[in-house]
């Protein structure tokens, strides 16, 4: 059974950085896609990034150029960053991996965004 494990999330003023890792129970580097969603508090949630075996990276329009997303097959975590946090960007954060089709999900990490 595949276990993700999100960290890095907690409050941080606007104007810093964001960066929460998912740690995985598996060995990635032949996973087909490991990505990241996001929740905000009343909304739907959201796909922020994927990528993709042979390291194909796609991001949702309204999120590329606000995040980027990596990963290190040796550690067998991947990673999502953000600068220039702001308000909006108030959200549960949540990975994933798509093996033959099959979801699985980290149970997400609160990240808080004060003014």
């Known amino acids: 059974q595949v276990q993700l494990v999100e960290s890095g999330g907690g409050v941080v003023q606007a104007g810093e950085s964001l960066r929460v890792s998912c740690s995985t129970s598996?060995?990635?580097?032949?996973?087909?896609?490991v990505g990241w969603y996001r929740q905000a508090p009343g909304a739907q949630r959201e796909l922020i990034a994927t990528i993709a075996l042979g390291e194909e990276t796609n991001y949702v329009p309204s999120m590329e150029g606000r995040f980027t997303v990596s990963k290190d097959d040796d550690k067998n975590t991947f990673t999502l960053q953000r600068i220039d946090l702001k308000p909006e960007d108030t959200a549960a954060y949540l990975c994933i991996v798509i093996i033959n089709g099959a979801y699985t999900w980290g149970r997400g990490i609160q990240v808080t965004v004060t003014t």
């Open positions: 598996i060995s990635i580097s032949s996973v087909d896609v």
